[in-house]
């Protein structure tokens, strides 16, 4: 029996440690594409891509597959500071989870209505009915004001949430961890499977993830306002803190689950603001005139 759980929780901290420097793979500036050197003084180029060159083509699906590429094989490039940082977000995760049953009894002895009413409705907006909506109207307004940022950012956020749904499922169904609800000690892992037992796939958090996902995109193709980024994150936090008052996730899930959303979101717009692609573009410099072939790497 003590061998048994022995293997249990040191499987479990593996799980922990390995999804969180999955995603924290995402946010490694070293893994990026650097920017791309300025044109010289005198030269003017002409239709030039707006707002980072998002737009709904052929080579924004194909980010989907060169930013998966990136952001999983990050680590590679990582320098020292990135896996200090990687330590410390590990160890917050493995902290989480040795107190994953005290955090539990302690949420739900404190909680009141208020707090889960809040909880409830910033799910609606962060991930849940609403947010397709919301979503979808700021992609129309973006094209009927012809405010190429707007389009972006919704296009942005919808590889970021496709992304992370991918690393959040993939681990999911590689740790079938035993949700709260269940009555399961919080060290109950299944291990890898196919069989989708909604019972079993607690770690991580699907919603916390998602709702990183989106707002901090969001946030950060509007940072310098001073409204967008605290309402972004604070619409994720709740979405986050409320899995955890509806019992269906640990603390350490949603932890997980918001960083792989968190960083996901992040490596998405360094992507596409390092737009790693061939460009013709027409070339004036006073003297010339012709096509200038670019290449940002």
């Known amino acids: 029996m003590k061998k048994s759980f022995a293997r249990t929780i040191a499987s479990a901290t593996l799980f922990l440690c390995c999804s969180v420097v999955t995603c924290f793979a995402a946010s490694n500036d070293q893994g990026l594409q650097p920017e791309p050197s300025a044109p010289a003084p005198n030269q003017t180029l002409s239709n030039q891509?707006?707002?980072?060159?998002?737009?709904?083509?052929?080579?924004?699906?194909?980010?989907?597959?060169?930013?998966?590429?990136?952001?999983?094989?990050?680590?590679?490039?990582?320098?020292?500071?990135?896996w200090i940082t990687a330590a410390g977000i590990v160890g917050i995760s493995v902290g989480l989870y040795t107190q994953d049953q005290k955090i539990q009894t302690w949420v739900h002895k404190n909680k009141t209505s208020?707090?889960?009413r809040l909880g409830d409705?910033?799910?609606?907006v962060g991930f849940g009915a609403l947010t397709v909506p919301l979503l979808g109207g700021l992609y129309l307004y973006g094209y009927a004001a012809d405010d190429p940022k707007a389009c972006s950012t919704v296009l942005l956020t919808t590889e970021s949430f496709v992304l992370?749904?991918?690393f959040v499922q993939t681990l999911k169904f590689g740790t079938h961890r035993h949700r709260p609800y269940?009555?399961?000690?919080?060290?109950?892992?299944?291990?890898?499977?196919?069989?989708?037992?909604?019972?079993?796939l607690s770690f991580p958090s699907g919603h916390a993830s998602s709702a990183f996902a989106i707002s901090t995109v969001i946030a950060t193709?509007?940072?310098?306002?001073l409204v967008v980024p605290p309402l972004a994150y604070g619409v994720a936090s709740l979405v986050a803190v409320n899995r955890v008052l509806h019992?269906?996730?640990?603390?350490?899930?949603?932890?997980?689950?918001?960083?792989?959303?968190?960083?996901?979101g992040k490596a998405v717009v360094k992507s596409h603001h390092n737009n790693t692609r061939f460009s013709l573009l027409p070339l004036m410099d006073g003297e010339h005139t012709g096509l200038a072939v670019t290449y940002n790497y």
Do not use: K, Q
């Open 114 to 116: 208020t707090i889960d």
């Open 247 to 264: 019992n269906a996730h640990w603390s350490s899930d949603i932890f997980v689950g918001s960083a792989i959303g968190y960083f996901t």
């Open 164 to 166: 992370t749904g991918v």
């Open 221 to 225: 193709e509007y940072e310098n306002s």
């Open 182 to 200: 269940t009555g399961d000690p919080e060290h109950a892992w299944g291990g890898p499977g196919i069989i989708n037992n909604g019972d079993h």
């Open 49 to 82: 891509p707006t707002h980072n060159g998002v737009s709904f083509d052929r080579d924004y699906f194909t980010g989907y597959v060169t930013d998966t590429t990136s952001i999983l094989t990050s680590p590679v490039r990582w320098g020292s500071s990135d």
């Open 121 to 124: 409705n910033a799910t609606l």
